[in-house]
């Protein structure tokens, strides 16, 4: 068995959570990485759509910006971006959808955008780019964010994208909402009833007591706690060489 | 509009100090060249649209061109921060820089009831988010025929709509291709349209997908071979994915990218002056 670190892991989980035939739209940073991953591993057939525009991209390596050329060079069909968000994302096309977080609440709500006041932030976030539409319409929403007190947090100081809203029971839009929320120590998942982030996953090597001391709030435990399964030899394989940007036959 | 003009020339026609300004280009045929003329002249309070600001306006924005910003998504693509952007908002060096975000939904839509000349476009999105808060650009209607409620955004019309493009033929049509973003609606969204093109060509090839913008909608074409870089024009050039990792460095501070600006022949000049075009400035 390889070295690995709980980054890979993350990519890893996030990876196996994609099938055939799922259609994933793919944003920039590990969420680019996992849908690649799940690409040259178990599941080839997942289709990834990139919110540039391109439809069925299959890029030889990994693209470093969503609107590379080996994106458009490689896709079945390349929209402008208004048609992109109205027609396929908006309309309900999209399987899943990967995002990542600055600040993530219990409730699965997402801060982009600033940390501190809106109008005279402590830092100025990226924002909310395609995320907004996609947390609502995609089928299921799958958060990759590595989980610290910082970025788990009680409040999240801007809503960008929202999870199961304030006290978990204000979402009202067409997908299932951030159905997993994939990190480096584990996985959590919404309680069926409350749709509070509760910790169902953990990764080898990693302690319930150091997944709680890694959120900003106290921190519901499911009952049984599954193992995740380490990432194998092939898993890392391809995952050094979409980091290499290798370029393989796609 | 028929033969193509020198980019200056364009740049000193159609873009005023106080003008709302879109350079558009999602990652791909962003017009790096002409954003860098408007440097050179000097352009100042300027209301910069476009989806992702990318390097093209976190220099704008550094170099104090800009007073305000419309965008959607404020980051170096696969890299980091935007460091200009968020010196100009969080230290307001060169100065104040006042932002409205939408989503990309949000911007594409705004752009596309711009063209139409409509007021306003509806989209089902923002919804349980703190986007909503602003007012001013994004709101809610009730649908008249089924009463579900939708988000609203007030249409965006540029004073001038500046994209770069592979192709003109010798009448001034434009041809675009491979990722071609938000450009058609962003161009007939504006007052006032500037392409620059690498190259001039008899006669289109025909090609799958591509965009084509006949002469009477653009104000002004200018031949500017690699006027994308280190953005790239699909066809002609990569995308300098090196240069945007390492403007992460020259950005993150003040002095260096004063330096790199001036060593481009970009720096603001001192004395209140438009600088003079230089005729070998490569950045």
Same mark, same amino acid.
């Given at each position: 068995?390889?070295?690995?670190?709980?980054?890979?892991?993350?990519?890893?989980?996030?990876?196996?959570?994609?099938? =055939?035939? !799922?259609?994933?739209? #793919?944003?920039?940073?590990?969420?680019?990485? %996992?849908?690649?991953? +799940?690409?040259?591993?178990?599941?080839?057939?997942?289709?990834?759509?990139?919110?540039?525009?391109?439809?069925?991209?299959?890029?030889?390596?990994?693209?470093?910006?969503?609107?590379?050329?080996?994106?458009?060079?490689?896709?079945?069909?390349?929209?402008?971006?208004?048609?992109?968000?109205?027609?396929?994302?908006?309309?309900?096309?999209?399987?899943?959808?990967?995002?990542?977080?600055?600040?993530i609440d219990r409730y699965g709500n997402?801060?982009?955008?600033?940390?501190? =006041?809106? !109008?005279?932030?402590? #830092?100025?976030?990226?924002?909310?780019?395609? %995320?907004?539409?996609? +947390?609502?319409?995609?089928?299921?929403?799958i958060v990759?964010v590595?989980q610290?007190?910082?970025?788990f947090?009680?409040?999240?100081?801007?809503?960008?994208?929202?999870g199961y809203?304030?006290t978990g029971?204000?979402?009202?839009?067409?997908?299932a909402g951030p159905t997993l929320v994939i990190t480096?120590h584990g996985v959590l998942e919404p309680d069926p009833e409350t749709n509070e982030l509760t910790l169902t996953r953990l990764?080898?090597?990693v302690?319930v007591?150091?997944a709680v001391?890694a959120t900003g709030w106290p921190l519901k435990v499911a009952d049984d706690i599954e193992?995740v399964?380490?990432?194998?030899?092939?898993?890392?394989?391809?995952?050094?060489?979409?980091?290499?940007?290798?370029?393989?036959?796609? | 509009?028929?033969?193509?003009?020198?980019?200056?020339?364009?740049?000193?026609?159609?873009?005023?100090?106080?003008?709302?300004?879109?350079?558009?280009?999602?990652?791909?045929?962003?017009?790096?060249?002409?954003?860098?003329?408007?440097?050179?002249?000097?352009?100042?309070?300027?209301?910069?649209?476009?989806?992702?600001?990318?390097?093209?306006?976190?220099?704008?924005?550094?170099?104090?061109?800009?007073?305000?910003?419309?965008?959607?998504?404020?980051?170096?693509?696969?890299?980091?921060?935007?460091?200009?952007?968020?010196?100009?908002?969080?230290?307001?060096?060169?100065?104040?820089?006042?932002?409205?975000?939408?989503?990309?939904?949000?911007?594409?839509?705004?752009?596309?009831?711009?063209?139409?000349?409509?007021?306003?476009?509806?989209?089902?999105?923002?919804?349980?988010?703190?986007?909503?808060?602003?007012?001013?650009?994004?709101?809610?209607?009730?649908?008249?025929?089924?009463?579900?409620?939708?988000?609203?955004?007030?249409?965006?019309?540029?004073?001038?709509?500046?994209?770069?493009?592979?192709?003109?033929?010798?009448?001034?049509?434009?041809?675009?291709?491979?990722?071609?973003?938000?450009?058609?609606?962003?161009?007939?969204?504006?007052?006032?349209?500037?392409?620059?093109?690498?190259?001039?060509?008899?006669?289109?090839?025909?090609?799958?997908?591509?965009?084509?913008?006949?002469?009477?909608?653009?104000?002004?074409?200018?031949?500017?071979?690699?006027?994308?870089?280190?953005?790239?024009?699909?066809?002609?050039?990569?995308?300098?994915?090196?240069?945007?990792?390492?403007?992460?460095?020259?950005?993150?501070?003040?002095?260096?990218?004063?330096?790199?600006?001036?060593?481009?022949?970009?720096?603001?000049?001192?004395?209140?002056?438009?600088?003079?075009?230089?005729?070998?400035?490569?950045?």
């Amino acid at each position: 068995m390889s070295e690995w670190t709980s980054a890979d892991m993350m990519n890893v989980a996030a990876a196996r959570e994609l099938h =055939d035939g !799922d259609v994933c739209l #793919v944003g920039v940073g590990p969420p680019n990485l %996992a849908a690649n991953l +799940a690409r040259r591993t178990h599941a080839p057939g997942c289709r990834l759509v990139y919110e540039s525009g391109a439809i069925d991209a299959r890029p030889k390596k990994l693209p470093l910006s969503i609107g590379d050329d080996d994106l458009a060079a490689t896709a079945t069909a390349v929209v402008s971006v208004p048609e992109m968000f109205n027609f396929w994302v908006g309309a309900g096309r999209i399987d899943v959808g990967f995002l990542g977080a600055a600040q993530i609440d219990r409730y699965g709500n997402i801060n982009t955008t600033v940390i501190g =006041d809106h !109008d005279n932030p402590k #830092v100025r976030l990226p924002g909310a780019g395609g %995320a907004p539409e996609i +947390a609502a319409a995609a089928g299921r929403v799958i958060v990759i964010v590595k989980q610290s007190p910082r970025t788990f947090v009680e409040r999240v100081d801007f809503v960008s994208s929202v999870g199961y809203g304030p006290t978990g029971r204000e979402r009202m839009a067409r997908g299932a909402g951030p159905t997993l929320v994939i990190t480096d120590h584990g996985v959590l998942e919404p309680d069926p009833e409350t749709n509070e982030l509760t910790l169902t996953r953990l990764h080898q090597g990693v302690t319930v007591q150091q997944a709680v001391k890694a959120t900003g709030w106290p921190l519901k435990v499911a009952d049984d706690i599954e193992d995740v399964p380490p990432p194998s030899d092939e898993e890392l394989t391809a995952l050094q060489k979409l980091r290499n940007r290798e370029a393989v036959d796609a | 509009m028929t033969s193509p003009v020198p980019l200056a020339d364009a740049i000193a026609a159609h873009v005023h100090d106080g003008d709302t300004v879109a350079l558009e280009g999602f990652t791909h045929l962003i017009p790096f060249a002409a954003a860098h003329e408007i440097a050179r002249q000097g352009r100042r309070h300027l209301t910069l649209v476009r989806m992702t600001p990318d390097l093209v306006y976190d220099q704008l924005i550094g170099l104090g061109c800009a007073d305000e910003l419309v965008f959607s998504y404020g980051g170096n693509p696969g890299v980091g921060s935007l460091h200009r952007l968020r010196d100009a908002v969080e230290n307001h060096w060169p100065h104040r820089l006042t932002v409205h975000e939408h989503s990309h939904a949000g911007l594409a839509n705004a752009y596309s009831a711009g063209a139409a000349r409509l007021p306003f476009a509806v989209l089902r999105g923002y919804h349980g988010t703190d986007l909503e808060e602003q007012r001013d650009i994004i709101s809610r209607v009730t649908c008249p025929f089924t009463g579900e409620e939708l988000a609203a955004v007030k249409a965006v019309n540029p004073d001038v709509t500046i994209i770069h493009a592979q192709l003109a033929d010798r009448d001034g049509n434009v041809m675009l291709w491979g990722i071609t973003g938000v450009q058609r609606e962003a161009v007939l969204a504006a007052e006032r349209a500037i392409v620059t093109v690498e190259e001039v060509v008899d006669e289109f090839p025909e090609r799958t997908g591509a965009v084509i913008l006949p002469n009477w909608v653009l104000a002004a074409v200018s031949v500017v071979p690699n006027g994308a870089w280190p953005s790239y024009a699909a066809g002609y050039s990569v995308r300098d994915n090196d240069f945007y990792q390492q403007w992460d460095a020259i950005s993150r501070d003040r002095e260096r990218f004063l330096a790199w600006a001036e060593e481009n022949g970009l720096a603001p000049d001192s004395v209140g002056g438009p600088v003079e075009p230089k005729e070998s400035t490569h950045v």
